[in-house]
């Protein structure tokens, strides 16, 4: 609690393997407040909800948890523990908002759209995204700029894992003296596939940025602020993307959907 985060660990012929530390948000627990935590299990890994929200994962080391044969809760007062099977994770999260769609890119928002977006958001397109149409994504990049991605999936969730059309990952902390930080193309589809690398963004930590992924004739176009900085060819049709995930150091402000016909095209520029 005094350092503020979590640690996962795997402890094999009594010798602790390295601490894996990192989150997807904010340390979420304080003193003398009640809290759920839901862990489930898959395959490749253990994921780990506070609260309806989707916090860590842990890739399976060995031992594998799947031949547990008990389990231990200390340090938290009045603990209820149930084990079940389930269809869904985390279960306490609520329905995943749509995205709304404007007539242009400048276009206000409406009234029914959401005043604000959480961090490492999930949210449905439930009319995926159309042909001639872009999803923009404006908002704010973290000041201690590591990497965030964003991810067109053909359900909005986490677990079951969902296939991933696109997987647009830009890698800050690699490298980051150089003047350009790293794009990371690929896409999942029961495993991932060949990457697609370029050093083409020019990001600037703690400013607003906007990012924009087009659904072009053959490929994915991916912008950031105008300047193209990576394409990935469809390897899965555009038509089965069906959710929305952002995950990282970019602060969502405003999410939606619109035609691509108003917008600009610029080449990316040399690596």
Same mark, same amino acid.
């Given at each position: 609690?005094?350092?503020?985060?979590?640690?996962?660990?795997?402890?094999?012929?009594?010798?602790?393997?390295?601490?894996?530390?990192?989150?997807?948000?904010?340390?979420?627990?304080?003193?003398?407040?009640?809290?759920?935590?839901?862990?489930?299990?898959?395959?490749?890994?253990?994921?780990?909800?506070?609260?309806?929200?989707?916090?860590?994962?842990?890739?399976?080391?060995?031992?594998?948890?799947?031949?547990? $044969? +008990?389990?231990?809760?200390?340090?938290? !007062?009045? %603990?209820? /523990? &149930?084990?079940?099977?389930?269809? =869904?994770?985390?279960? *306490?999260?609520?329905?995943?908002?749509?995205?709304?769609?404007?007539?242009?890119?400048?276009?206000?928002?409406?009234?029914?759209?959401?005043?604000?977006?959480?961090?490492?958001?999930?949210?449905?397109?439930?009319?995926?995204?159309?042909?001639?149409?872009?999803?923009?994504?404006?908002?704010?990049?973290?000041?201690?700029?590591?990497?965030?991605?964003?991810?067109?999936?053909?359900?909005?969730?986490?677990?079951?894992?969902?296939?991933?059309?696109?997987?647009?990952?830009?890698?800050?902390?690699?490298?980051?003296?150089?003047?350009?930080?790293?794009?990371?193309?690929?896409?999942?589809?029961? $495993? +991932?596939?060949?990457?697609?690398?370029? !050093?083409? %963004?020019? /990001? &600037?930590?703690?400013?607003?940025? =906007?990012?924009?992924? *087009?659904?072009?004739?053959?490929?994915?176009?991916?912008?950031?602020?105008?300047?193209?900085?990576?394409?990935?060819?469809?390897?899965?049709?555009?038509?089965?993307?069906?959710?929305?995930?952002?995950?990282?150091?970019?602060?969502?402000?405003?999410?939606?959907?619109?035609?691509?016909?108003?917008?600009?095209?610029?080449?990316?520029?040399?690596?």
């Amino acid at each position: 609690m005094p350092q503020c985060y979590v640690v996962r660990n795997t402890r094999r012929h009594e010798k602790w393997g390295p601490e894996e530390t990192t989150a997807f948000r904010l340390f979420p627990f304080k003193t003398d407040r009640p809290f759920t935590i839901e862990v489930i299990m898959d395959e490749q890994q253990t994921l780990w909800a506070v609260d309806g929200e989707h916090y860590c994962s842990y890739t399976h080391r060995n031992p594998n948890p799947s031949a547990a $044969a +008990w389990v231990q809760v200390a340090g938290v !007062r009045d %603990a209820t /523990l &149930i084990i079940n099977k389930t269809d =869904t994770y985390p279960s *306490l999260a609520p329905t995943p908002i749509d995205v709304p769609s404007r007539a242009t890119i400048d276009a206000l928002p409406s009234p029914t759209e959401p005043e604000s977006w959480r961090p490492n958001v999930i949210a449905a397109l439930s009319n995926g995204i159309p042909e001639g149409q872009q999803i923009i994504i404006r908002g704010r990049l973290r000041p201690l700029l590591h990497s965030f991605s964003v991810d067109l999936m053909d359900a909005a969730r986490d677990w079951p894992q969902p296939n991933v059309a696109l997987h647009a990952n830009v890698r800050a902390h690699v490298e980051s003296q150089q003047s350009r930080q790293l794009v990371v193309l690929n896409a999942w589809l029961g $495993a +991932w596939g060949a990457e697609r690398r370029q !050093r083409t %963004a020019r /990001l &600037i930590p703690g400013t607003q940025t =906007t990012l924009k992924i *087009l659904r072009g004739a053959s490929e994915w176009c991916v912008y950031s602020d105008d300047v193209l900085i990576g394409e990935l060819e469809y390897r899965v049709p555009p038509s089965v993307v069906k959710g929305l995930r952002i995950r990282g150091d970019l602060y969502p402000e405003e999410i939606y959907i619109c035609p691509v016909s108003n917008s600009p095209v610029v080449e990316k520029c040399g690596c």
